[in-house]
Nanobody, 126 residues
Framework: VQLQASGGGLVRPGGSLRLSCAASESIFTIKSMAWYRQSAGAQRELVGS???????NYVDSVKGRFAISIDLAKNTVYLQMNSLKPEDTAVYYC?????????????????????WGQGTQVTVSS
């Protein structure tokens, strides 16, 4: 499974962006979905995650502003980011683990996957 991240860009403080992470295969189940970010000169940090039970966790700095969701019909995970601040500027990466369908003449095979997106730049500046 390959993940294609998109939706980054330049936004003013207080603005919103929605990042997308589209899977190349038909997702069957989700074990976990997460977004990370890495700003210049810093280590990659976990922004938020959602497990297969629907329990979410977010770093304190984004609580109440960011939300992770999924549209299984589109095989896409999202990160909605509101009230953006300059300190949110970073490259954002998605990480999704779960199972996906492989359609073959004999039927459908279910395989595991754990994949990363390539990163999308978010810049918050006036």
């Amino acid at each position: 499974v390959q993940l294609q991240a998109s939706g980054g860009g330049l936004v003013r403080p207080g603005g919103s962006l929605r990042l997308s992470c589209a899977a190349s295969e038909s997702i069957f189940t989700i074990k976990s979905m997460a977004w990370y970010r890495q700003s210049a000169g810093a280590q990659r940090e976990l922004v938020g995650s959602v497990d297969n039970g629907g329990t979410s966790n977010y770093v304190d700095s984004v609580k109440g502003r960011f939300a992770i969701s999924i549209d299984l019909a589109k095989n896409t995970v999202y990160l909605q980011m509101n009230s953006l601040k300059p300190e949110d500027t970073a490259v954002y990466y998605c990480n999704v683990a779960g199972t996906y369908r492989v359609y073959q003449p004999i039927g459908v095979i279910i395989n595991d996957f754990d994949a990363w997106g390539q990163g999308t730049q978010v810049t918050v500046s006036s």
